[in-house]
């Protein structure tokens, strides 16, 4: 195997095993169960260990070598995640790998069923592997993907990074401090915010870690059903930045040029979308629910936000709301958030271009020789990248269409199967019935539970990486020495 592909597992099973006796001697100050942890960092720091000394750190790796790193880390590092689930014997190993699937790709689907039953330093680890896992995927979307061509990601960042005119490295050096200055300066203002909001320290900073990566992890059982108006409407709003493009927010807040965020069109498709669906979930449920108007307005904003963005947080159990409630949900679990952020799901802009598209294939059945060129915010749409796009788009629906029907065979539940294989592919959360907000996943079949878990690891590093895994011409670049 790629001594490159060995360099990169170590160096993170390194970092992680690192983290997790840090948590070891957190659970022993707080007088909890710290051995689970003491066994998995040494797990982390021996293959780390042994990983570096096997491997060889590359400036510039292969193509195929790059693609497969993405692969394999997203499933390697959740699968060392998972073990101090199950050598404190929480969990079963699939209901283990499950929870820390779900926290690294940030989607927030849970087995727990008992919340009494975790420790405080096992439920911080929980929210702290939503946490690396959301700055991981921002930076793999960001600085990584762009730089391979990778779903139609080159043209998604070419204003703001720049990441097709430099080499990756020194690209993504640049990108990770910009990026982690934003990361970190959110998840202090989200700290705060819910602090003032009435919340307690530990739920304040629990909370404020599975809020910017768009994560939806929860100390408690009701989510934010436990708290104040005021600490949901701060969610809102921390939610609504975790689904923004990191790098031009970056270019807001500490470059002060505010001008490329709001001329973006993206972001303006994003913020209108919010807007719209609020007001419509708002006028429903002010009109057939025992909601008053301000808490008709808090559940509305609250639930577009946290679907949209794929949080995953809950103000209110809206698997119980009549399903033209439920309807407008469902629908925002395709569409995704913006490209740069924390957000999972197809994106904003991809459902742009995919729209362009068609009305321009309708014209040309107008006037099938006229030259009709693709442009978005005033650029041109590569014909590579329309291509791309169009193939994600593609795989994601015959991914998460395959998922419901496996799910809906294994449950007998079409509710439960649609609304779970859309949840966990867009890296979501919760869906409806016995998948809602308030309910868990622990119930199902662990084949199911696998498939899931598979959804997750393949819709969070955008699908493309993980089915190349299945192609002979990637793994003899692999393996070349």
């Known amino acids: 195997m790629s001594r490159f592909v060995l360099y990169v597992t170590g160096v993170a099973y390194w970092v992680l095993g690192w983290v997790l006796f840090s948590f070891a001697v957190l659970a022993y100050l707080w007088q909890e169960p710290s051995t689970p942890f003491l066994l998995a960092a040494g797990v982390g720091l021996g293959l780390g260990y042994l990983?570096?000394?096997?491997?060889?750190?590359?400036?510039?790796?292969?193509?195929?070598?790059?693609?497969?790193?993405?692969?394999?880390?997203?499933?390697?590092?959740p699968l060392l995640g998972a073990l101090p689930y199950w050598f404190g014997g929480y969990f079963g190993f699939v209901d283990a790998l499950f929870e820390s699937m779900s926290g690294f790709t940030t989607t927030g689907a849970t087995v727990l069923t008992d919340f009494a039953a975790l420790t405080k330093s096992l439920f911080l680890w929980r929210a702290l592997t939503q946490w690396f896992g959301g700055v991981g995927i921002i930076?793999?979307?960001?600085?990584?993907l762009p730089h391979l061509a990778v779903a139609g990601r080159q043209m998604f960042f070419a204003e703001s990074t720049g990441v097709q005119k430099e080499k990756m490295t020194p690209r993504l050096k640049h990108t990770a401090e910009a990026v982690l200055r934003v990361y970190v300066a959110l998840t202090l203002g989200a700290m705060l915010g819910y602090l003032i909001g009435g919340m307690g320290l530990y739920d304040a900073l629990a909370h404020a870690l599975t809020t910017i990566p768009a994560g939806g992890f929860s100390p408690r059982g009701d989510s934010f059903a436990s708290f104040s108006p005021l600490a949901q409407w701060v969610a809102v709003v921390f939610m609504f930045l975790a689904g923004t493009n990191f790098m031009l927010q970056f270019r807001l807040f500490f470059q002060r040029e505010p001008r490329p965020l709001l001329?973006?069109?993206?972001?303006?498709?994003?913020?209108?979308?919010?807007?719209?669906?609020?007001?419509?979930?708002?006028?429903?449920?002010?009109?057939?629910?025992?909601?008053?108007?301000?808490?008709?307005?808090?559940?509305?904003?609250?639930?577009?936000?946290?679907?949209?963005?794929?949080?995953?947080?809950?103000?209110?159990?809206?698997a119980q709301w009549t399903v033209p409630a439920q309807v407008i949900l469902?629908?925002?679990?395709?569409?995704?958030?913006?490209?740069?952020?924390?957000?999972?799901?197809?994106?904003?802009?991809?459902?742009?271009?995919?729209?362009?598209?068609?009305?321009r294939e309708l014209k040309r059945t107008l006037h099938p020789q006229a030259v009709i060129p693709l442009r978005l915010g005033g650029r041109p749409v590569g014909e590579d990248v329309l291509r791309q796009v169009s193939a994600f788009v593609a795989l994601y629906v015959v991914t998460f269409a395959t998922g419901a029907l496996v799910v809906a065979l294994l449950e007998g539940d079409l509710v439960v199967a649609f609304t779970a294989s859309a949840a966990t592919v867009g890296n979501i959360g919760p869906g409806l019935g016995l998948v809602g907000p308030m309910a868990n996943f622990a119930w199902m079949h662990p084949f199911t539970k696998l498939v899931l878990t598979f959804e997750m690891w393949a819709g969070r590093i955008e699908l493309i990486p993980v089915f190349l895994l299945f192609f002979r011409e990637l793994w003899r670049g692999v393996l070349r020495r």
């Open 330 to 359: 469902v629908a925002l679990m395709f569409l995704g958030g913006s490209a740069g952020s924390g957000a999972g799901g197809i994106k904003i802009v991809r459902w742009r271009i995919m729209l362009y598209h068609i009305l």
């Open 51 to 77: 990983l570096q000394n096997l491997g060889e750190a590359k400036a510039e790796p292969r193509r195929s070598e790059a693609l497969f790193s993405v692969a394999i880390l997203w499933l390697l590092v």
């Open 263 to 318: 001329a973006d069109p993206e972001f303006r498709a994003y913020a209108l979308v919010v807007v719209v669906a609020s007001l419509g979930l708002f006028a429903y449920l002010f009109g057939h629910h025992d909601y008053g108007f301000e808490e008709s307005l808090r559940h509305a904003f609250f639930q577009v936000v946290s679907i949209l963005t794929t949080t995953g947080y809950a103000s209110a159990d809206f």
């Open 139 to 144: 930076l793999l979307f960001i600085a990584v």
